[in-house]
């Protein structure tokens, strides 16, 4: 199946409901994705597997920094409007080996050409047991972190972690983020190398409800898939399950937004 890469570092705006006008910021490479998640319905295809070679390509500090006020200067030019600066792309943004210097760099920016902006990363927030890490995301307005399934079987079937990978810990650190944090879950079920999976079951949805109680984010997105996924073998959920899902954690007194 067809799927999709940004062939650029700074992308959009793309308007989004919660973000406003949305300006991209990629810092993984034009060419390929890097993560170290291979989730079955990423739109940017599947994962290859980490290494030293494969992690080249990513833009320098420096340039990600003049891209970046280039395009500051052109929208205030223009009068256009910026709403957020939002982290995405092709893959991981934290593995950018210069992730908390440019987050640095972005508050500067920001401050200086765009005040009124706020400024967003979409993590699988797998690297916030990095101090570093978890200090850059600190700093920011929207830390918007994947949270499939509130159970490590079920992630280790839809999002693969490639490596080392515990739920307890990560759950562990998301507390820490208290107020700041919002949580993003994709719905999907489908079938993958002889195994089935449905994070969207009664039984999923009571362990995942349980740990949003727990955590209490400031908001919960929830969405399926929109774009081809690079398995034909998995399936959206319907907009009726998920605006069902949506209710529940409104229940819960969690905001929650539908993207369907
Ligand atoms: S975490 Fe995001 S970039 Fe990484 S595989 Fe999953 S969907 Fe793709």
């Not at 940017?44 to 006020?69: F, H, I, Q, Y």
């Not at 792309?89 to 200086?112: A, V, Y």
């Not at 002889?194 to 727990?214: A, I, Q, T, V």
Request: charged letters at 30%.
């Amino acid at each position: 199946m067809a799927t999709f890469l940004f062939d650029d570092i700074i992308f959009g705006p793309v308007r989004s409901r919660r973000l406003g006008n949305s300006l991209g910021i990629n810092l993984l490479p034009q060419t390929k994705k890097i993560c170290n998640f291979n989730c079955l319905y990423c739109e940017c295809g599947l994962t290859n597997v980490p290494s030293s070679d494969n992690l080249k390509g990513m833009p320098a500090r420096e340039e990600v920094r003049s891209e970046l006020e280039r395009t500051l200067n052109e929208f205030i030019r223009s009068n256009r409007k910026i709403d957020t600066i939002t982290f995405a792309g092709n893959g991981e943004p934290t593995l950018h080996p210069s992730f908390s210097q440019i987050i640095d760099d972005t508050i500067e920016l920001r401050k200086k050409y765009i005040p009124s902006s706020k400024i967003a990363v979409l993590s699988n927030a797998t690297l916030v047991s990095k101090k570093e890490i978890k200090d850059a995301l600190l700093k920011i307005d929207f830390n918007i972190l994947k949270l499939d399934s509130a159970r490590e079987e079920t992630i280790r079937k839809i999002n693969c972690p490639l490596g080392e990978f515990s739920l307890e810990k990560l759950i562990d650190k998301l507390h820490s983020f208290k107020e700041n944090l919002t949580i993003q879950t994709l719905f999907v079920k489908g079938k993958y190398k002889g195994y089935s999976f449905d994070n969207s079951s009664d039984e999923e949805l009571k362990g995942w409800l349980r740990l949003l109680k727990d955590l209490h984010p400031k908001l919960v997105m929830v969405y399926t898939i929109a774009r081809d996924a690079p398995i034909e073998t998995i399936e959206k959920i319907s907009e009726e399950k998920l605006h069902s899902i949506a209710s529940k954690v409104r229940r819960l007194g969690i905001p929650v937004t539908i993207s369907t």
